[in-house]
Structure formats: structure tokens, C-alpha cells
């Protein structure tokens, strides 16, 4: 029997033991190219994370494209090995116990693949509960409920190669629960669900961690994040950058308002003058259709939107509006790009 | 894990007989290696037990070209459709997963065992007279299960490898070679022979035609089953190896 590195769902010491528990973890992918002089390349995905997750939190990590999310949740749920430092999940290391981690987890990931086409939703999920060892007896009873919970009654045997991506995203959500694991990795599991089905998502989300899971949660939409997350750690460049509550992380990063100026066509030089301007923490340009929207981060107590239409010139200005910052705001500001 | 074992048996031949593509192609196959053969040994005159060998041997070659090319080209597209990653985030063996996918596409070369017998009987005009049927039709299913060892053995081997499916095209033809599908062992260098000796296709082969024949097949089955439970217990070994490669290599994904 191996040893836990500690009983996760207790307390010790009168301190809250961590489910999940990330320290100092770095992963760097290697590959090399050419045929005779073969040069070597090396990519750091993740740069000495620590973060942890506590039992039934919702905890999310936001990042662009490429900043090491999904690198993370690899190693987390075993499918990569860490380069250095060190993970465990409800006690049990990743590297050294990989097998008491797989039982206990699940893994949902977005997008189209990961789903036999040519058979159906049923067989699908009667091939996964044997792989995650769903007792013969259960089997039946699990699938029909976890059909019922996401939707897909009586579509359960039509082939999933006709399936919409939406009806995907919900097989693989059943797929992911058919073992009731005790955490939920879930990596962007709403991209290209429409925002019906997104809603639905997020509903059956808040359920299961309502019912004790805990979830670890990647997203792009900020939203999501913001209405889903107990806490959320902002990852870029392989690093975190940023964690505490989605209020704390607002707070934290602009705790000025931010002035949205429509503009179409921003002359060069513009962002830096409007940068340069006193009270302005930061600027940045987001492509909105035909026009590009100026969101300019201000100071608290800082009045600005006068000098920044005068930065403008000639440029045909839209809609100017002052608000408080989002979930967002602070997103773009501490990853530093739109 | 016998019922894991049927299962996942059953949904792959499911997967794979639900391809009108993969279907036809299934279907041809085996005759065009039926005809290749039968042709050249008419063209050189050979006649009666010759041509039941001939026949045989042909067979065989359909059992191993589908899970040859097919075991490591499966775990390719399982790759590809984004599943090789959550059947190695199972919490079951991955060899136990392994082992019925290849035994599902041996059991899909069985087919052409029938194929090319009949073709051979009634497009060829072959009689095919098999003395010992009982022990033709065991030799027949220990060679399926022999073959599907070997390509679970092919499949765990190069699990770690993105470009696997190169590896089972590869060694397709140097098989029908050694394992005497078509020539006799004698026929080949000495030094070939104890290569031949530790592929259980050979003794297979060896069986069914000696079961056509009316000769003892005791030995050659046996052997063939010590080599499938060899393999069998190799790739247990290598698939841990394997893997924990593919996990620090990061070759589980495509990307």
C-alpha cells in the first residue's frame, strides 16, 4: 500500500490540507531537428509553479495560449512527467503513485477530439466506465444518469461523428464523471459550445462542485471564470503572475476606473503618448470590427479622459465610456497583452 | 479483466467493420495476396500439396498483414483522434488495453484464412483437402492469437514513437519472408532460421499446414503459445518503460 503524502480531506493541525498541491514545478519540452546536424530546442512550458487547491474549491487558471495551462494539467493528471520540483494529488505524487492519481481524477478537455467517432455516445461511455472500472451493476444506472445530467437522452445511440460539438462537449463531460471522481480537471471544456450550452455547462459545473468535487478549471473566457471560480491563478509565460479571489485580482490590478475610447483607426505613436500621460497606468488596443477600442487603466482618483481625447487628433473618435474594471482588465493587464 | 478484454474486443471490431472504406478494403486485401500467390505457383508448375501450402500461406499472410500494419497505425489514429491520451490517464494497465485491440484486428485477418481458401477452391480450382480439420481449425486460432501477441508486443514497443505506424508497414513483407508463409525455411540462410524460430507466425504456419497435411501439430502449437505468453510478458515489461518515456517525451498528443 503506498504511503500518502498526507490525508488530503483533513485537517492537520487545525490547517486545511491541500487536494491538490503544485510546488516549485517546471516543465521544459526538448526537440531537435534536422537529418546529420540535429540542433536541439528547448521550450520552457511551466517555470516553478506553486499554487494548491482545497477540497471542493473551484480554482481556475487563466492564461493566453501557449502560457502553460494545459502543460500544467498534463502533468496533474500523470500524462507528462515534470521536469523538476514537485505535485501531488489527494496526497498521492504524480510521478511516483500515478495510478492511485488516475483513479481518483477526471479529465475533460475541450474541443472535437477525444471521443470514438464511429461508435456511439453509448459505447462510448459503456468503453470508458470499464476502463475506470465502473462495476458491471452500476454501469447501466451511471450512464442514464450522467446522460440525463448532460442532455443527451435519447442520442445516446446515434453514431458521435454526427454529433454537434456542443453535444461532444457534453459526452465528454459524462465521460469524465463516469467514475464520480473526486477531482475534475477541465481544460477550456466550453470552447465552441454556443451560450446556451455554455450556461448549461457552467450550471452543471457549480452542481458537482455544490456536491463536494473539486474542480480545477482552465478558461479563456472571463466570465466563466469570474461567475465559476473560488480562486483563480493567472498564468504567462510559464509562470504565475498572479492568484487570489476574481474581487482580489480586480482590486489588485486596476483599482482605478478604465476609460473605453472607440477609435477608428489609431495613428502610430498614439499609445504612447496616451501611455505617457500623467495618471494613466496603462494602455491597450483591442480590434472591435471596423473600430479599435483604447482601454486606458487610470489611477484611482485620476481624471484623464480629456488629456487622452487630446492625444487622439484628427482620429475619428466613437463612443467614450468610464467604467469599473473587469475580471478582464486585470487579466489583460497582468498577462500585459489583448 | 476477461470482460475488459471482451469488451474492448468487441468495440474495435465494431469501430473497424463500420468503414465501408476500411470495410472493401478488408475485403480485397487478402484476395489480391490470394491470387499474387496462386498465380506464381501455377506459373511454376506446382501442383497438389503444393498448392494447398500455397493456399495456407497466403492465408497466414492476410492474418499478419492486418495487425502488423494495423497495430501500430491504430495506436497512430488513437493518437491522432485525441484517445491514446485518456487510455493512458486510465486507471487499467494500458497492456490490458492494448492486448485486445490487436487481437481484434488478428481476428479480422482470420477472415481472409476463409477468403483465400475459397477463393483458391473455386476461382483457382484448388482442393482443398485438409486431413486433420479439428486440429487445422486450433492451429488456425492459436495462430490468430500468436500474431495478435506479436502485434500487441509491435504496438507496446513503439508506443513512445509518433511515427509507429512506419515501424509495422516496415516489417510486414520481412515476416511473410521468414516466418516461410510462402518458401520453406530450408530454403532460407542458416542464419535467418533462429530469427524464424522466435516468431510465433512461424510455428503457426507450421501447424496449419501440418494439420492440412495430417501431420502432428503438438509441438508447433505449443511452441507458438510459449511465444505468445513470451510476448505477452515482454510487452507487461516494456509497456512500463514505454510509457514513462512517452510521459517525459511528451508523445502522447500529436502536439
Redesign the interface.
Known sequence: MPRMIAAADERVGGTRVAVIEVKDLTRT??SSKGLFRRKAREVEAVRGIDFSVERGELFGLLGPNGAGKTTTI?ML?????PTTGRASVLGYDVVAQP?EV??RVG?V?G?D???????SGL?NL???A????VP?REQRTRIHELLELVGLTGREKE?VEGYSRGMRQRLHIA?GLLHRPEVLFLDEPSIGIDPVGARELRATVKALVEHGTTVLLTTHYMFEADELCDRIAVIAGGEIVSSGTPDDLKQRVSSGPVVEVEVYGVLGGVVDRVQALVGVRSVVVEERGQAQVLLVHVEPGAEVTQSVMSCLEDARVGRVVTREPTLEDAYIELVGTP | MLRLVLVTWWLQLKIRSRSAFDGLLGLLWPLFFATTVFLMYRASGAEGSALLSAAVGASVMGIWSATSTTASFTLQQERRQGTLELLVAAPTPFPLLIFPVTLSMATVGAYSMVATLLWGRFVFGIEIAVANPVAFVLSTLVTVVGIGMLGFLLAISTVRYRSAWAIGAALEIPVWLICGFLIPLDLLPAWVRPIAWLLAPTWGMSAIRDAAEGRGVLVDLLACLALAIAYGLLGMLVSRYMLNSARRRATLALS
Do not use: M, N, S, V
Open positions: 519540452f526538448r498534463k493528471i500523470t500524462l507528462l512527467l495510478r488516475r483513479r479529465y478537455f474541443g477530439r477525444g471521443l470514438y467517432d464511429r461508435l459505447d459503456r468503453y470508458f470499464e476502463l475506470y472500472a458491471p453514431r465521460r
